[in-house]
């Protein structure tokens, strides 16, 4: 337990908020790409047999794939270090 420490004080009051931006961020025409690369991938992820293993490896790699395309993409060029952290998982 965090003991009532701030950062987990600050996490749960903007979490709303940071969650609200990030649905406004991919309603964007801009972010199409992003929503069928998730989407793909759920679909993909959910129509396999489970194997912990490749499992595990192939949703860190795509989480690696999509925050180097967040960081590189329009509705999050110039985004804070905190906003990009908010979007990730």
Do not use: Y
């Amino acid at each position: 337990m965090d003991g009532g420490g701030g950062g987990d004080a600050f996490g749960s009051a903007t979490a709303p908020l940071a969650w609200h931006d990030f649905l406004e961020r991919m309603r964007q025409p801009s972010a199409a790409d992003f929503v069928k690369s998730i989407k793909g991938f759920i679909v993909t992820f959910s129509n396999r047999a489970p194997d912990p293993e490749h499992d595990s490896a192939a949703v860190q790699e795509f989480l690696e794939n999509m925050e180097g395309a967040f960081r590189a993409h329009t509705p999050w060029a110039g985004s804070s270090e905190e906003e990009l952290e908010s979007a990730g998982p």
